[in-house]
């Protein structure tokens, strides 16, 4: 309301008012279901906050631009402006921060989407925006990105094994499981979001475990306490900070070592 008036030295009309409070929802994680309001209720059952993620997509897709009048839309526009540039300076000054050697990732068909790299760690400062942008650029695109690398994730191109589109969309679907439904998952299969092994006793104890603490072990252990100290007040302060355990590589067909019980 107040870039509003600053702009056009009135209080916005009632109209104007609902769509700059729908943008300002939005802007801040309450996703606007509509006439669906009573799917949030629903949704909260098996996602992990699904108005925050249904927010994302919705501001990246315009958000409340498509309501509104005119003067509506130009507050809206100027405060898109004002984040885009926040962001931009953000991620840049969190890059020189975290004394990264690495380049930020700027395809959005890639996982590492302006994410800064420090090993295995990786800190998003994009509120949840950049896992919105990357999914929808990989749906859009039909293409991945991975190792440096473009994989197609339609037509005969696919590998055997690959990642395709059903199983993109379905590692979307599991990444926003609710904390229970998700270790439930992980327990039953075995595996954990990034392919690691787990069991029960180890979803179990992450359970009960906040997950801004676990991920500052995490990063205190994998970065030592020089540079773990300033993530973790990016961490604090609400930035995504996640570290990655390396794959083990799988053993070549007919090196693994075999014994003659004859």
């Keep these: ?43 909260s059952k098996i996602l992990f906050s699904p108005g925050h993620t249904l927010s994302r997509f919705q501001y990246i897709g315009g958000g409340a631009l498509w309501a509104g009048d005119a003067k509506s839309k130009a507050v809206m526009a100027l405060a898109y402006g004002k984040t885009i540039a926040s962001l931009a300076a953000l991620v840049g000054l969190a890059w020189f921060a975290s004394g990264s050697d690495q380049p930020i990732e700027t395809d959005p068909r890639s996982s590492d989407f302006l994410k800064i790299k420090v090993g295995p760690t990786r800190i998003d400062v994009m509120a949840g925006l950049s896992q919105a942008i990357v999914f929808a650029s990989r749906m859009l695109s039909r293409e991945t990105k991975r190792g440096g690398k473009i994989i197609p994730l339609t037509g005969p191109d696919v590998k055997y094994g690959a990642p395709d589109l059903g199983s993109t969309i379905g590692a979307f679907g599991r990444s926003k499981l609710n904390p229970f439904l998700g270790s439930t998952f992980n327990a039953w299969s075995e595996k954990d979001f990034s392919g690691n092994a787990t069991d029960w006793e180890t979803e179990l104890n992450k359970l009960w475990k906040p997950m801004t603490y676990a991920d500052i072990a995490d990063v205190a252990q994998a970065q030592g306490v020089p540079k773990a100290a300033v993530m973790i007040i990016g961490a604090m302060l609400g930035a995504g900070v996640s570290t990655y355990e390396p794959r083990k590589p799988k053993k070549a067909k007919g090196t693994e070592r075999r014994i003659d019980l004859r």
Excluded: C, D, W, Y
Excluded at 5 to 17: A, D, I, R, Y
Excluded at 33 to 38: A, L, Q, Y
């Design 1 to 43: 309301h107040n870039l509003h008036k600053s702009l056009f030295g009135v209080e916005p009309t009632p109209e104007q008012g609902r769509a700059i409070a729908m943008q300002v929802n939005i802007m801040s994680g309450r996703g606007e279901f509509g006439k669906f309001e009573n799917a949030r209720a629903v949704g």
